[in-house]
């Protein structure tokens, strides 16, 4: 079983830049492929960003390409989501989760299903103000 704490959320204006942790307990943190989440008031729980448990592949919703960087330290047990160019829609609560795939899947998978993941924070929330 893995605990994991987020932190890193703040009001952060438009067009500025924010980087979110998860940091996980245990010492199992390589075999999890890790994923970022976010929920806005009202809506459903979005998938964000992915990264496999080697860290050499990742993957980003459309709508965060190219100024979200996900990113691991599986020696410090931690993730992070370095956020560019903030825009006032990225208000939302952050949340990290950890996927245990079946090993067959190979260090480089991850998934970009929430019924994938199973373990979860409990979330950092970042708000964007223009």
């Known amino acids: 079983q893995v605990q994991l704490v987020e932190s890193g959320g703040r009001m952060v204006q438009t067009g500025g830049s924010l980087r979110l942790s998860c940091a996980a307990s245990?010492?199992?943190?390589?075999?999890?492929?890790m994923g970022w989440f976010r929920q806005a008031p009202g809506k459903e729980r979005d998938f964000v960003s992915a990264?496999?448990?080697?860290?050499?592949?990742?993957g980003y919703a459309d709508s965060v390409k190219g100024r979200f960087t996900i990113s691991r330290d599986n020696d410090k047990n931690t993730v992070y989501l370095q956020m560019n160019s903030l825009k006032p829609e990225d208000t939302a609560a952050y949340y990290c989760?950890?996927?245990?795939?079946?090993?067959?899947?190979?260090?480089?998978?991850?998934?970009?299903?929430?019924?994938?993941?199973?373990?979860w924070g409990q979330g950092t929330q970042v708000t964007g103000s223009s």
């Open positions: 989760a950890a996927d245990r795939h079946p090993d067959f899947r190979g260090t480089n998978y991850f998934s970009r299903s929430m019924s994938s993941y199973d373990y």
């Open positions: 245990g010492r199992t943190f390589s075999s999890y492929a």
């Open positions: 990264i496999s448990r080697s860290g050499a592949t990742t």
